[in-house]
């Protein structure tokens, strides 16, 4: 019992205590001297302290009911997501089954559940792809949508083709045009939001495309280039909020130095200071260009 409580963060349904052969005397004793909490109708925690994160996960789906897991933003966090917040448990379960709707979670009756797609390794969870397009067709907005796809790509928990065969499944929703025009730039290279804006600015601007997620490999090791617009010399490093730290810093700027070394020209575009006025700063990237030889007309 106390293997199987362990890893369930110390959660277990009363299904399984039963079948452990824990009569439910033993239970309601536990209960009442208060050694064990009572989590939901269907589970308890072996301890009576604060439950954790992963714990809260548990008792979701053990509560819900035979069938459910861990779907969209949830399943991300239980991957080890932590650039992701939610005070509600998602959890999926198929469409015209009769789930438990414990408070906390948001049940989501679904044509798209598929046993295939569920993790069974622990916590039952869907796949990080499947995960992460459920979470954006589920969120507020579609940035934060896109964010969400673009994320779990980012943190290499899905190839760019897995997260292309979960989207191409979408047959009828809102966003199913915004994720597949998603996936293209998933494909061409881009990795975060940052990228994407930039991406749509250079291309609506007229200005040369570049090559993203080059890799060049250096004395100092493997590095992958953002942007690299090879015909110009020019590399272009889009920055978040994560390259303020000083180590950080110093990397880029070996990185930079380095570039410079091989004749390039390294833009480094820091998002905080391109949201500010994105027209002058493209303004000033054309003019980079044209200095290079980039003419409109014969782009155009």
Request: hydrophobic share 40%; aromatic share 4%; proline share 4%.
């Amino acid at each position: 019992m106390r293997g199987l409580a362990s890893e369930q963060e110390g959660v277990l349904s009363r299904r399984q205590l039963a079948g452990l052969g824990v009569p439910r005397w033993v239970v309601r004793v536990e209960l009442k001297a208060q050694r064990w909490s009572r989590t939901g109708w269907q589970t308890v925690c072996l301890h009576n302290g604060p439950l954790s994160a992963a714990a809260t996960r548990w008792v979701a789906v053990l509560e819900v009911g035979a069938g459910a897991a861990l779907d969209g933003v949830s399943s991300l966090q239980h991957a080890g997501v932590d650039a992701l917040s939610d005070s509600e448990v998602h959890v999926i379960v198929r469409k015209g089954s009769t789930p438990q709707r414990p408070p906390g979670v948001v049940v989501h009756e679904s044509r798209r559940y598929r046993e295939a797609d569920v993790l069974t390794n622990g916590l039952r969870r869907t796949r990080p792809a499947v995960a992460a397009v459920h979470a954006a067709l589920w969120a507020g907005t579609d940035r934060q949508a896109r964010f969400f796809v673009l994320l779990v790509v980012q943190r290499q928990l899905a190839p760019v083709d897995a997260v292309a065969t979960v989207v191409g499944g979408v047959r009828r929703h809102a966003r199913r045009r915004l994720l597949r025009e998603l996936v293209v730039e998933l494909g061409a290279g881009i990795r975060s939001l940052g990228e994407l804006d930039v991406a749509q600015d250079i291309r609506g601007r007229g200005l040369p495309e570049p090559a993203r997620q080059v890799l060049r490999r250096r004395p100092s090791g493997t590095e992958y280039l953002d942007c690299d617009f090879e015909e110009y010399g020019v590399t272009m490093e889009i920055d978040g909020a994560g390259h303020d730290e000083p180590e950080q810093r110093l990397s880029d700027l070996v990185r930079d130095i380095s570039s410079a070394t091989q004749g390039r020209t390294v833009v480094r575009l820091a998002m905080v200071a391109y949201t500010l006025d994105r027209e002058r700063v493209l303004d000033a990237l054309e003019e980079l260009f044209a200095s290079r030889g980039w003419c409109r007309d014969a782009a155009a």
